[in-house]
């Protein structure tokens, strides 16, 4: 039987999804060894898991009333 191979598209979904899940199935592992083997999907994982960090160790900066509108129809138009 061929063994299916992982995907980067589908390592970064599930990094996306399970962030904070320990979850151990046999796809789990694939993807663990995907990444272990995989440099960008190493990298995307640790750039991920430094974002995660610094989000919850920094206060959420105050933005001025029209700079927020602003940007709320930028992400919007997006």
Same mark, same amino acid.
């Given at each position: 039987?061929?063994?299916? &191979?992982?995907?980067?598209?589908?390592?970064?979904?599930?990094?996306?999804?399970? &962030?904070?899940?320990? &979850?151990?199935?046999?796809?789990?592992?694939?993807?663990?060894?995907?990444?272990?083997?995989?440099?960008?999907?190493?990298?995307?994982?640790?750039?991920?898991?430094?974002?995660?960090? &610094?989000?919850?160790?920094?206060?959420?900066?105050?933005?001025?009333?029209?700079?927020?509108?602003?940007?709320?129809?930028?992400?919007?138009?997006?």
């Amino acid at each position: 039987m061929k063994k299916k &191979l992982i995907k980067c598209s589908q390592v970064a979904k599930h990094i996306c999804d399970n &962030l904070d899940s320990q &979850l151990d199935t046999a796809r789990c592992r694939a993807i663990k060894k995907h990444i272990r083997e995989c440099p960008n999907c190493y990298a995307y994982l640790d750039s991920v898991k430094k974002t995660v960090h &610094l989000y919850r160790i920094e206060q959420t900066p105050k933005l001025p009333e029209r700079s927020k509108r602003k940007l709320l129809a930028v992400l919007k138009m997006k």
